[in-house]
Nanobody
Framework: QVQLEESGGGLVQAGGSLRLSCAAS????????MGWFRQAPGKEREFVAT????????VYAPSVKGRFTISRDDASNTVYLQMNSLKPEDTAVYYC???????????????????WGQGTQVTVSS
């Protein structure tokens, strides 16, 4: 069983930065994608970014492209989300997720992921 644990959330002013971490443990896979999603109050969970651990390819949502960067540390089974130039509309609970079915893919939908973390709150004040 895979466990994913997010950390690094918090309160930051608009224009500031945060770095989220997602540590994977248990029966983790070295291939497939690790993704970040977010869910604001009253809204659907939406895709933010993903990285394929085999080839390093990345995909970003248009709303965060150029501001957020996803990266990975294979040695520690950790994926990061560096968030810069944060905006109040980035406020949400951020979740990491693991895909184990598509070794070469970078899924951008919730259904493309098999395991989820509990989430970490990010609040951006104006």
């Amino acid at each position: 069983q895979v466990q994913l644990e997010e950390s690094g959330g918090g309160l930051v002013q608009a224009g500031g930065s945060l770095r989220l971490s997602c540590a994977a443990s248990g029966r983790t896979f070295s291939t497939g994608a690790m993704g970040w999603f977010r869910q604001a109050p009253g809204k659907e969970r939406e895709f933010v970014a993903t990285i394929n651990r085999r080839v390093g390819s990345t995909v970003y949502a248009p709303s965060v492209k150029g501001r957020f960067t996803i990266s990975r540390d294979d040695a520690s089974n950790t994926v990061y989300l560096q968030m810069n130039s944060l905006k109040p509309e980035d406020t949400a609970v951020y979740y990491c997720a693991e895909n184990t079915r598509a070794p070469w893919g970078t899924p951008v939908t919730k259904s493309g992921y098999d395991y989820w973390g509990q989430g970490t709150q990010v609040t951006v004040s104006s």
